[in-house]
């Protein structure tokens, strides 16, 4: 008859390796389907919020956002495990300017523009195209493991969040905080449009400074002005000297007669001009100088435009109307030559600024702009700093927040583009009255419905400045915004700490009254093995899909965090992928091993009366609490990193522990024990058990894929019902004080030290491993303790027989290694490592070869012929050699004496 169910016994087995690509799909569809990652409002729990820095709708992810999402993943899933209601929030950005960039060129390839399409066909293909990058990235975040909740997920441009931007749009112009005015703004002839000063990237070019004559236009005399931008001589109402400089003074009142198109314009005194640059007289350009524009208000110069919005010359660049700017500056000059009236050109290095999205340079031109008065927001987002409701991590970008925000300019927020949130201002045609509504308005307020809306769009950072609020049902009054607003981290960059964290301070106390966030965390770039910037046209970039596919999610998240700390930059070498992945390997073969030694019983579960309780601390060997102790120390050493946002060390404490303790030391003991069966000492099983099933509690935040994998294979063969459906939902492992066993760890570290002592000097003598070695121990106080698991030495260490000494007096032999560690010493004769007449007689003749190299390179080194003719180097790199060859001699003596 066949054997029953009940009686038969089953050996349970993971698999051999650990296979990532079969593993995370299907938790991370678990995780989704079973509403892990959904963060309901429960006044009993303290919510823990952060929302996600929205990426772009430009493409796909890249290990920028790799490292955001894993660093947000790690922070949420360690709150959810300590019970909070952890929320969260995903999201993308319509990206503005940089979508539309992308679009256009998609455009161009199929041989039309936007201008064909008009805009209301063209802002269906940027919604179509949006979509497709949202799906995108969503699919790429759940790669990552990122356990957000996708119920939830927002576009900048969905209803609510444009809600929000319209309404806060009329809110700050009712309170005076918008205006439209004209002013000095930077314009990409490229993008065609307005570009705050954060768009634009400064790079250092060689150019030329421009000497040009400006002749008087009454009596005989000139002044001459130093310009790099001599096309915009053309846009000069005036030219300024300083009023202290006594090389002009005479001249101030007077006027002179502009080059090329023979104006009449003053000479002006302003405090602002340098009297160290050029000639120190310079050239007064408002529409399309910053600087020149502030000193044209305070002298109520007149404002000159010479360009189209395509940096071409306009009519009144006069005769060079529909000229490159580049190519008129080049007819310009000829012509100043022409007439006498170019007095020099010299090198000059200067600043130019350039468009950060299609790198074009930049002109700055005086134009009707939308702005925000940003000095009133400022000072409540600086006070909220001060004072510590906000805390910046790491400290020392709090310095330069501040420095920033206490110099803040007006925010131009208009962008002359077709993709992103329209200005929600109305123009009456009829009465030119100007509608600044939420809602779009049928007519007028004098009756006509003969009405246009502003063509232009907002800034995309207006509306990621609302991110914090506009996700939560902002303007309503919703549970959500009660219950998770403020929100407690915002994680993101450093890069973007003005684009966006200061905007979003200064609007979530403008429109909610409170701080969006109470701790802002920065981290730094992942920059290429050799610690240059990631781009496309360096050709280092990593895709981190490559990645995942290469080496799975749990090794990618290890890579780019591990050891890293908040705003520094990191290098990322395929070694670090590789250590990921060899510690997830570690991990899973431990745990195999252990999973494997338990007894085998009826089907998955262990056998009846096994039990896996942790024995008595007073019953337990010196091994078992020397590892609970550790963990316990562990457990408490990584919440208090976690709490420091310290994720990087947190994360290496845990795999120092498991790699460099558990692994390689506990389980080898435990291995000893289990051979040996008996029952004479308690099976090291429940420790093993315990130990790894803490662990990977601890570890799940980081690497969540194998740890849930290696829980639920260990959960498969545990007879608890306390485990609960998932590790994902476990608690957080707290430390347990009474753990703590200072004398046991004394006495494990002193027999690991022994032990590596011992390994160590069987590789300096090269010894085989398969060869025995002798060994005599003293371990004073500790001799008892240590001598207790003499058979685990000899099994480790390879060492046999192993003496211990009872005092120091007795000594070692005189031809015996002598090791001087923290807590004993070790002496190994040498007649049980090597053959000491072979050994003698191969260091004899190692130290004859060595010695004729030597002696042919120190008569080489004294021939003057070799001396005078040789390169310097090359007598050089002999000199290095002869050096080390006499270090070589000299340790060689050192071993045969």
Same mark, same amino acid.
Not at 76 to 90: I, S
Not at 572 to 600: D, M, T, V, Y
Not at 659 to 665: I, L, M, Q, T, V
Not at 751 to 771: C, D, F, G, M, W
């Given at each position: 008859?066949?054997?029953?169910?009940?009686?038969?016994?089953?050996?349970?087995?993971?698999?051999?390796?650990?296979?990532?690509?079969?593993?995370?799909?299907?938790?991370?569809?678990?995780?989704?389907?079973?509403?892990?990652?959904?963060?309901?409002?429960?006044?009993?729990?303290?919510?823990?919020?952060?929302?996600?820095?929205?990426?772009?709708?430009?493409?796909?992810?890249?290990?920028?956002?790799?490292?955001?999402?894993?660093? @947000?993943?790690?922070?949420?899933?360690?709150?959810?495990?300590?019970?909070?209601?952890?929320?969260?929030?995903?999201?993308?950005?319509?990206?503005?300017?940089? $979508?539309?960039?992308?679009?256009?060129?998609?455009?161009?390839?199929?041989? +039309?523009?936007?201008?064909?399409?008009?805009?209301?066909?063209?802002?269906?293909?940027?919604?179509?195209?949006?979509?497709?990058?949202?799906?995108?990235?969503?699919?790429?975040?759940?790669?990552?493991?990122?356990?957000?909740?996708?119920?939830?997920?927002?576009?900048?441009?969905?209803?609510?969040?444009?809600?929000?931007?319209?309404?806060?749009?009329?809110?700050?112009?009712?309170?005076?905080?918008?205006?439209?005015?004209?002013? #000095?703004?930077?314009?990409?002839?490229?993008?065609?449009?307005?570009?705050?000063?954060?768009?634009?990237?400064?790079?250092?070019?060689?150019?030329?400074?421009?000497?040009?004559?400006?002749?008087?236009?009454?009596?005989?005399?000139?002044?001459?002005?130093?310009?790099?931008?001599?096309?915009?001589?053309?846009?000069? +109402?005036?030219?300024?000297?300083?009023?202290?400089?006594?090389?002009?003074?005479?001249?101030?009142?007077?006027?002179?007669?502009?080059?090329?198109?023979?104006?009449?314009?003053?000479?002006?005194?302003?405090?602002?001009?340098?009297?160290?640059?050029?000639?120190?007289?310079?050239?007064?350009?408002?529409?399309?100088?910053?600087?020149?524009?502030?000193?044209?208000?305070?002298?109520?110069?007149?404002?000159?435009?010479? *360009?189209?919005?395509?940096? /071409?010359?306009?009519?009144?660049?006069?005769?060079?109307?529909?000229?490159?700017?580049?190519? =008129?500056?080049?007819?310009?000059?000829?012509?100043?030559?022409?007439?006498?009236?170019?007095?020099?050109?010299?090198?000059?290095?200067?600043?130019?600024?350039? =468009?950060?999205? =299609?790198?074009?340079?930049?002109?700055?031109?005086?134009?009707?702009?939308?702005?925000?008065?940003?000095?009133?927001?400022?000072?409540?987002?600086?006070?909220?700093?001060?004072?510590?409701?906000?805390?910046?991590?790491?400290?020392?970008?709090?310095?330069?927040?501040?420095?920033?925000?206490?110099?803040?300019?007006?925010?131009?927020?208009?962008?002359?583009?077709?993709?992103?949130?329209? &200005?929600?201002?109305?123009?009456?045609?009829?009465?030119?009255?100007?509608?600044?509504?939420?809602?779009?308005?049928?007519?007028?307020?004098?009756?006509?419905?003969?009405?246009?809306?502003?063509?232009?769009?907002?800034?995309?950072?207006?509306?990621?400045?609302?991110?914090?609020?506009?996700?939560?049902?902002?303007?309503?009054? #919703?549970?959500?915004?009660?219950?998770?607003?403020?929100?407690?981290?915002?994680?993101?960059?450093?890069?973007?700490?003005?684009?966006?964290?200061?905007? *979003?301070?200064? *609007?979530?106390?403008?429109?909610?009254?409170?701080?969006?966030?109470?701790?802002?965390?920065?981290?730094?770039?992942?920059?290429?093995?050799?610690?240059?910037?990631?781009?496309?046209?360096?050709?280092?970039?990593?895709?981190?899909?490559?990645?995942?596919?290469?080496?799975?999610?749990?090794?990618?998240?290890?890579?780019?965090?591990?050891? /890293?700390?908040?705003?520094?930059?990191?290098?990322?070498?395929?070694?670090?992928?590789?250590?990921?992945?060899?510690?997830?390997?570690?991990?899973?073969?431990?745990?195999?091993?252990?999973?494997?030694?338990?007894?085998?019983?009826?089907?998955?579960?262990?056998?009846?009366?096994?039990?896996?309780?942790?024995?008595?601390?007073?019953?337990?060997?010196?091994?078992?609490?020397?590892?609970?102790?550790?963990?316990?120390?562990?457990?408490?050493?990584?919440?208090?990193?976690? @709490?420091?946002?310290?994720?990087?060390?947190?994360?290496? +404490?845990?795999?120092?522990?498991?790699?460099? @303790?558990? =692994?390689?030391?506990?389980?080898?003991?435990?291995?000893?024990?289990?051979?040996?069966?008996?029952?004479?000492?308690?099976?090291?099983?429940?420790?093993?058990?315990?130990?790894?099933?803490?662990?990977?509690?601890?570890?799940?935040?980081?690497?969540?894929?194998?740890?849930?994998?290696?829980?639920?294979?260990?959960?498969?063969?545990?007879?608890?019902?306390?485990?609960?459906?998932?590790?994902?939902?476990?608690?957080?492992?707290?430390?347990?004080?009474?753990?703590?066993?200072?004398?046991?760890?004394?006495?494990?570290?002193?027999?690991?030290?022994?032990?590596?002592?011992?390994?160590?000097?069987?590789?300096?003598?090269?010894?085989?491993?398969?060869?025995?070695?002798?060994?005599?121990?003293?371990?004073?106080?500790?001799?008892?303790?240590?001598?207790?698991? +003499?058979?685990? &030495? @000899?099994?480790?260490?390879?060492?046999?027989?192993?003496?211990?000494?009872?005092?120091?007096?007795?000594?070692?032999?005189?031809?015996?290694?002598?090791?001087?560690?923290?807590?004993?010493?070790?002496?190994?004769?040498?007649?049980?490592?090597?053959?000491?007449? $072979?050994?003698?007689?191969?260091?004899?003749?190692?130290?004859?070869?060595?010695?004729?190299?030597?002696?042919?390179?120190?008569?080489?080194?004294?021939?003057?012929?070799?001396?005078?003719?040789?390169?310097?180097?090359?007598?050089?790199?002999?000199?290095?050699?002869?050096?080390?060859?006499?270090?070589?001699?000299?340790?060689?003596?050192?071993?045969?004496?």
């Amino acid at each position: 008859m066949a054997e029953s169910l009940e009686t038969k016994t089953v050996k349970y087995e993971m698999p051999r390796a650990y296979e990532p690509g079969q593993v995370e799909q299907k938790w991370y569809r678990s995780w989704l389907e079973k509403g892990y990652f959904h963060a309901g409002i429960d006044p009993a729990k303290k919510p823990f919020v952060i929302i996600m820095p929205p990426p772009n709708v430009t493409g796909e992810l890249h290990l920028g956002h790799a490292l955001t999402a894993t660093l @947000e993943d790690i922070m949420v899933r360690w709150h959810r495990m300590k019970g909070e209601a952890a929320l969260w929030l995903p999201g993308v950005d319509h990206a503005g300017i940089a $979508a539309q960039v992308v679009v256009e060129r998609q455009l161009a390839k199929e041989g +039309t523009s936007r201008y064909q399409l008009g805009r209301e066909k063209f802002e269906a293909r940027m919604r179509q195209w949006a979509a497709q990058c949202r799906e995108t990235i969503r699919v790429q975040h759940q790669r990552l493991g990122a356990s957000a909740d996708w119920a939830r997920e927002c576009f900048t441009m969905d209803e609510g969040p444009s809600r929000a931007v319209r309404t806060a749009f009329v809110r700050l112009y009712e309170k005076g905080l918008i205006y439209r005015g004209e002013r #000095t703004v930077n314009w990409c002839p490229r993008c065609a449009t307005a570009l705050s000063d954060l768009e634009v990237e400064h790079k250092d070019i060689q150019g030329h400074l421009y000497y040009v004559r400006y002749h008087l236009a009454e009596g005989d005399g000139f002044i001459t002005v130093a310009t790099t931008r001599p096309e915009t001589i053309l846009g000069d +109402t005036a030219v300024a000297v300083n009023p202290g400089d006594e090389r002009h003074k005479a001249l101030i009142g007077k006027k002179v007669i502009l080059p090329a198109v023979k104006r009449i314009i003053p000479i002006i005194a302003d405090e602002a001009v340098d009297p160290a640059f050029g000639t120190g007289a310079v050239k007064i350009t408002p529409s399309h100088d910053p600087v020149d524009f502030e000193v044209a208000q305070r002298h109520r110069l007149p404002l000159v435009n010479i *360009m189209n919005p395509d940096a /071409t010359m306009n009519e009144n660049a006069g005769p060079y109307k529909g000229l490159d700017r580049y190519a =008129c500056r080049k007819a310009i000059l000829a012509d100043l030559e022409r007439d006498g009236l170019l007095v020099k050109i010299d090198p000059h290095t200067h600043a130019v600024g350039h =468009c950060d999205r =299609c790198q074009t340079i930049v002109e700055p031109v005086a134009s009707q702009q939308w702005f925000v008065k940003t000095a009133q927001l400022a000072q409540p987002a600086i006070q909220s700093v001060l004072d510590g409701r906000i805390t910046i991590i790491p400290e020392r970008y709090g310095k330069v927040y501040l420095n920033w925000m206490e110099n803040i300019r007006d925010w131009c927020i208009s962008r002359q583009l077709w993709w992103g949130h329209r &200005i929600p201002v109305w123009y009456c045609r009829d009465c030119d009255e100007m509608i600044v509504s939420v809602r779009e308005p049928v007519a007028c307020h004098c009756g006509s419905a003969n009405i246009e809306q502003d063509p232009d769009v907002l800034d995309t950072w207006f509306s990621s400045a609302l991110w914090t609020h506009s996700t939560l049902g902002w303007p309503d009054d #919703t549970p959500e915004l009660r219950y998770f607003y403020p929100t407690t981290v915002m994680e993101t960059a450093y890069d973007i700490i003005f684009f966006w964290v200061a905007r *979003m301070i200064m *609007m979530g106390l403008e429109d909610i009254g409170q701080i969006p966030f109470r701790t802002v965390y920065l981290h730094g770039l992942i920059r290429d093995e050799k610690g240059e910037k990631m781009s496309k046209v360096k050709g280092n970039v990593l895709n981190p899909l490559d990645l995942l596919e290469k080496y799975g999610t749990d090794a990618l998240r290890f890579a780019i965090s591990t050891g /890293t700390a908040p705003g520094n930059d990191s290098k990322l070498a395929p070694s670090r992928l590789e250590a990921g992945r060899n510690f997830a390997n570690k991990l899973w073969n431990a745990a195999r091993f252990i999973i494997g030694s338990l007894p085998a019983g009826s089907g998955r579960s262990l056998p009846l009366g096994f039990s896996l309780k942790v024995q008595p601390e007073g019953q337990l060997p010196v091994e078992d609490r020397w590892i609970l102790s550790r963990l316990s120390r562990t457990i408490a050493t990584v919440n208090e990193q976690m @709490e420091g946002f310290q994720f990087g060390e947190a994360e290496k +404490t845990i795999h120092d522990f498991l790699w460099g @303790e558990f =692994c390689d030391w506990y389980i080898e003991f435990a291995k000893i024990r289990l051979r040996a069966g008996g029952t004479e000492v308690p099976s090291p099983a429940p420790v093993l058990v315990h130990v790894l099933e803490s662990s990977l509690r601890l570890l799940h935040p980081f690497m969540p894929f194998v740890t849930e994998e290696i829980w639920q294979n260990l959960k498969a063969r545990l007879p608890s019902p306390d485990l609960g459906e998932s590790i994902m939902v476990a608690p957080y492992p707290q430390a347990q004080a009474g753990n703590i066993d200072p004398e046991a760890e004394r006495v494990m570290d002193t027999l690991i030290e022994i032990v590596h002592a011992i390994r160590n000097t069987r590789a300096q003598y090269k010894v085989e491993p398969s060869k025995w070695v002798e060994s005599q121990i003293y371990a004073g106080e500790l001799a008892s303790a240590i001598a207790a698991y +003499t058979q685990t &030495i @000899e099994a480790l260490a390879r060492t046999r027989p192993v003496t211990f000494l009872a005092n120091k007096a007795e000594g070692a032999r005189e031809d015996a290694v002598v090791l001087v560690l923290k807590d004993a010493e070790v002496a190994i004769p040498i007649g049980s490592m090597v053959d000491l007449a $072979a050994e003698r007689k191969r260091l004899e003749q190692e130290i004859e070869q060595t010695q004729n190299k030597a002696s042919r390179l120190e008569a080489r080194l004294r021939d003057e012929a070799f001396l005078t003719r040789a390169p310097a180097a090359v007598v050089d790199k002999e000199r290095q050699k002869l050096q080390a060859l006499q270090d070589k001699l000299g340790r060689l003596k050192e071993k045969i004496s």
